[in-house]
């Protein structure tokens, strides 16, 4: 069964300091990796895609890398902000016909002041 | 501008009461689908469509219809809700059903069933 696995579940930070998400995945054969986020009761939001070929792929604070041999995935957030709080959320999308992408549960970051 | 509307944004309705979920796209994305979002349970898609009279069942579909009648639109519909329907729910549209592009998501129903 396709999974995705999200670590930690949550994370505290001070406003200013780096942090890393996990995203470790089964799905297989893979298409493609997508790290979205969430605000609080807000609609989730696209930050980043690997495909298969891709290892790291920027967007502003946020760099994602992919290593599709150990199938794992990570979210790097650097020099963090208040706005940055919210939830992280990993989606894996198959490449075998399936039409039902895997979603991670989530990391929920809070960013202090 | 692009987006996915929800309506409506919250709702509290009783047990068995019929509801809809209405979900319009103005992107002409030919994808579409629901989720339900619990505490601890992430997103769990309830039904998508490829095309218009074209659906699927997700991994939760029970309790659920959904119709795609034209193209922007995707109504969900609970029959007979029961309380382990509350939920919150969105609506995502993608270019296609192959999801390079990602999903556009709404911005949320937030449904209670007492």
């Known amino acids: 069964k396709n999974q995705v696995e999200q670590s930690p579940q949550s994370l505290i930070i001070l406003e200013g300091k780096n942090c890393t998400l996990q995203?470790?995945?089964?799905?297989?054969?893979?298409?493609?990796l997508r790290w979205y986020k969430q605000d609080t009761g807000r609609g989730p939001v696209s930050l980043t895609i690997?495909?298969?070929?891709?290892n790291t792929k920027s967007n502003g604070r946020y760099t994602a890398t992919l290593d599709a041999d150990t199938k794992q995935s990570s979210l790097h957030i650097t020099a963090s902000q208040l706005s940055d709080s919210a939830s992280y959320i990993c989606v894996v999308s198959g490449s075998g016909g399936s039409y039902i992408p895997t979603f991670g549960r989530g990391t929920s970051l809070i960013v202090h002041p | 501008e692009a987006q996915v509307t929800q309506n409506p944004r919250y709702l509290i309705t009783v047990t068995g009461k019929k509801l809809t979920v209405t979900c319009s796209q103005n992107m002409n994305h030919e994808y579409m689908s629901w989720y339900r979002q619990d505490p601890g349970l992430g997103l769990r898609q309830i039904y998508y469509?490829?095309?218009?009279?074209?659906?699927d069942k997700g991994d939760v579909p029970e309790g659920y219809k959904v119709s795609r009648k034209e193209k922007r639109n995707f109504p969900l519909i609970l029959e007979s809700p029961s309380p382990n329907q509350t939920s919150l729910y969105f609506c995502?549209?993608?270019?296609?059903?192959?999801?390079?592009?990602?999903?556009?998501f709404g911005s949320g129903t937030r449904l209670t069933v007492v």
């Open positions: 469509s490829m095309n218009v009279e074209v659906t």
């Open positions: 995203c470790n995945y089964t799905v297989s054969p893979f298409s493609n």
């Open positions: 995502a549209s993608s270019p296609g059903a192959l999801l390079r592009y990602g999903y556009t």
């Open positions: 690997m495909t298969f070929s891709e």
